[in-house]
């Protein structure tokens, strides 16, 4: 028996939908180009969903499966954080959470050449973005844009690296900025790296600052924009104290 198909791109946006339920029917949205994130499957104009989740939607025309679950799947593009586990004459070995490892060319930084190949130990913490995935074979990253400016991947130094679900690092990465870094980011100076692997990395110049935003922010999941302001506000009464 054939699917129903939603009759609005819109209809079932921030709704919870299970695996089989149609959530886009391309022929009514006036041929768009849209871009499928994780947890999404085209089968000729119709999108299903893959498991259970959240339809979401980030302009211009991203839709994904928001879920909170701890695997996680590499999608071109992506933006994770991943761990050196090995170094190879060409490659690296870079544990990125998902199903098998990922390989990182000695050559995929800016300006990378033989002559200058990096050097990571085992243990490095790498902000790469996921190149290509192939069923069957291990994922490709790079430290560059498309473009091939470094940006802001590259090895982080220092800080806390902590893990969260995917689908709360998917939440940190959304705009309008969650509620929780922008309640800690007015009181305190730090920085953070998001990766969509469900890895996340802090760092500042005093470790309990580091603590704090880390505990906010794995706190914050279940919690509405107002328990997070809350939250935040009475983790920084206990600092000043």
């Not at 054939?2 to 609005?8: D, F, T």
Request: contains cysteine; glycine residues 8%; aromatic residues 6%.
């Amino acid at each position: 028996m054939a699917a129903k198909v939603s009759v609005s791109p819109t209809s079932l946006l921030n709704q919870i939908v299970v695996p089989g339920d149609v959530v886009l029917d391309l022929s009514n949205m006036n041929n768009q180009t849209i871009k499928l994130g994780s947890g999404l499957l085209q089968d000729n104009d119709a999108i299903s969903a893959m498991g259970a989740g959240k339809l979401s939607y980030s302009k211009p025309n991203k839709y994904w499966l928001e879920s909170s679950h701890k695997r996680y799947i590499p999608r071109p593009d992506d933006h994770v954080l991943g761990i050196v586990v090995d170094s190879r004459a060409d490659n690296f070995w870079v544990d990125i959470k998902g199903p098998q490892l990922a390989l990182l060319p000695v050559l995929a930084f800016e300006g990378g050449t033989r002559r200058n190949i990096p050097k990571f130990e085992v243990g490095t913490l790498l902000y790469l973005r996921v190149v290509k995935t192939n069923i069957g074979m291990n994922p490709e990253l790079s430290c560059t844009e498309a473009s091939g400016k470094a940006a802001l991947f590259g090895p982080l130094r220092d800080g806390f690296m902590f893990e969260t679900s995917t689908g709360l690092s998917r939440m940190l990465l959304n705009s309008p900025t969650r509620p929780v870094i922008e309640a800690l980011g007015k009181k305190l100076s730090f920085e953070i790296a998001v990766g969509l692997n469900g890895r996340v990395w802090v760092n500042a110049t005093a470790p309990r600052i580091v603590i704090i935003v880390a505990n906010a922010i794995m706190n914050s999941e279940s919690l509405s924009g107002t328990q997070q302001r809350i939250m935040v506000e009475k983790l920084l009464a206990i600092i000043s104290d």
